[in-house]
């Protein structure tokens, strides 16, 4: 026997397999089957047991429809009655469970006891596809759809599905314009809204001194720790730590432009493209520089420019010295180490290292001028031209002779001009000629200490040595085979000798 009778008063019956006590026998019956397992009640309709007969009859009832506990306050009605007692705390305010270690209090001992994890830290609830573990087994289910793609939560006006149903009543407010959380300091209305005033960041990362207003930002960011990426592309290897981000991703493959402009035929497959573009309409530059009276339409492009005033270069090349200020100029310069050029016409055959490059040889194809002039009706297809042609409006001439007090508005107009001044046809010519003036004499010989002012001066020098070089190799040819005639007329003439004196 499982149980003791202790004595005839209150609390009589007590567990042997625990310290609880009970002043019923039933009680305590009922008690030693949370030991043992016992189910002796069996619903006639599914597999479910029970070890209540209780328990039996409100499960019942999930077959059958019945909820006879209603509320007098709303439409809600139950089929058991703890449900009910929970649900009339929604209306009393009622929170009998309290938190011993803070002041939190909650309607439901359920509730609470999640809370507590909050303090003890405990996650029981383990994804079995990655590390993740929640507090919550509501959350685990929520994670499971990171990997699973299910989104059974539809939009019943439009195409959208969900994973959460947090998400498709959000979502809906898009559709009603309903927007029920009101600001009582300005005239927003959201549901986090409050804190951008008060500041209050209570979701801290344990990792660093991040800290957030909402939750989901704070598990968003602790995946920058962990480098957990759960949303995966079906079409192709990329993976995000965001499901947003994967979805933006998406239309990659799709092509989808869902984002349009209002004020010309503009479409953009992300919200924050189509509100940068929205700027080149109004002229909207509300990032300054805090240097200069330089600003910005786009925050990275304010990022980019301080780097002008810090010198900073943090994109270094692999292959070679250079450094960038921003990560694009190093892709495009890497193109001229590896000989890539992925920016292709349609038209001809012309291909380009940027993108920008293939933009304007298009024009040359379309005839589009789209850079005009604001003082008269000229019209360009690339910006630099019309810069040099508003220096016909204001006179400036930026490009000075060197030689003479002559200033020109272009740099091929001086180019011009020094090929006709001192009557030398080319620029080079005419330095040349300079060194006459300031007896410069760069070019030197490589055989001996000779210098001269131009090129062809040495050139001709090594020549000189090398002709008279010849000439000593012709010289000593000749020397050598006048030797050798010579000895050869020696030689016959004493054979001839030699025969007569034999005779």
């Known amino acids: 026997m499982e149980y003791v009778r202790i004595n ?3 609390n009589s019956y007590e567990c042997k397999l625990c310290d609880a006590s ?11 089957r949370s030991h043992t397992g016992e189910k002796p009640y069996k619903c006639a309709l599914c597999d479910a047991t029970f070890a209540q007969s209780g328990r039996l009859k409100t499960h019942m009832r999930s077959h059958t429809g019945e909820k006879p506990y209603k509320c007098d306050l709303c439409d809600a009605a139950f089929s058991d009655s703890s449900a009910f007692k929970r649900h009339m705390r929604s209306h009393t305010g009622e929170k009998p469970y309290k938190c011993g270690l803070c002041d939190a209090a909650f309607s439901t001992s359920g509730h609470l006891k999640t809370h507590m994890r909050t303090h003890t830290g405990e996650k029981p609830y383990k994804c079995q596809l990655c590390d993740a573990a929640f507090i919550q087994s509501g959350s685990l289910k929520v994670h499971m759809r990171s990997h699973t793609g299910e989104k059974p939560y539809k939009c019943d006006l439009c195409d959208a599905t969900f994973s959460r149903l947090d998400h498709v009543k959000t979502h809906l407010r898009t559709h009603t314009q309903e927007k029920p959380y009101k600001c009582e300091l300005c005239d927003a209305a959201f549901s986090t809204h409050l804190r951008t005033h008060t500041l209050e960041n209570p979701y801290k990362c344990e990792l660093c001194d991040a800290a957030f207003s909402q939750s989901g930002n704070l598990e968003t960011h602790i995946r920058s720790h962990t480098g957990e ?5 079906e079409l192709c290897d990329a993976a995000f730590s965001i ?7 998406l239309r990659t493959h799709t092509g989808e432009k869902p984002y349009k402009c209002d004020l010309c035929d503009a479409a953009f497959s992300e919200s924050g493209s189509v509100k940068k573009h929205i700027r080149t309409h109004t002229g909207e530059k509300p990032y300054k520089c805090e240097l200069c009276d330089a600003a910005f339409s786009e925050s990275g492009s304010v990022k980019r420019h301080m780097r002008t005033h810090t010198g900073e270069k943090p994109y270094k090349c692999a292959l070679c010295d250079a450094a960038f200020r921003d990560s694009g100029n190093l892709m495009t310069h890497m193109r001229t180490h590896t000989g890539g ?13 940027q993108s920008g490059n293939l933009k304007k040889h298009m024009r040359t194809h379309t005839g589009e001028k789209p850079f005009k002039c604001d003082l008269c009706d000229a019209a360009f297809s690339q910006s630099s031209h019309v810069k040099s042609h508003m220096r016909t409006h204001t006179g400036e001439k930026p490009y000075k002779c060197e030689l003479c007090d002559a200033a020109f508005s272009r740099l091929h107009h001086l180019k011009t001009h020094m090929r006709s001044d001192a009557t030398f046809a080319q620029l080079g010519a005419l330095k040349t000629h300079m060194r006459t003036h300031t007896g410069e004499k760069p070019h030197k010989c490589d055989l001996c200490d000779a210098t001269f002012s131009q090129s062809s001066y040495a050139d001709k020098q090594d020549v000189d040595e090398a002709k008279a070089k010849l000439l000593r190799q012709k010289n000593n040819i000749v020397r050598n085979q006048r030797a050798s005639k010579k000895t050869y007329k020696n030689t016959s003439k004493c054979a001839k000798l030699s025969g007569l004196r034999s005779l």
């Open 8 to 10: 005839s008063r209150e």
């Open 22 to 32: 009970f002043s019923y026998l039933s009680r305590v019956k009922l008690h030693i």
């Open 229 to 233: 990426k759960p949303y995966k592309c």
């Open 243 to 249: 499901s947003c981000n994967l979805k933006t991703h």
């Open 341 to 353: 050029k992925p920016y292709k016409c349609d038209l001809c055959d012309a291909t380009f290292a």
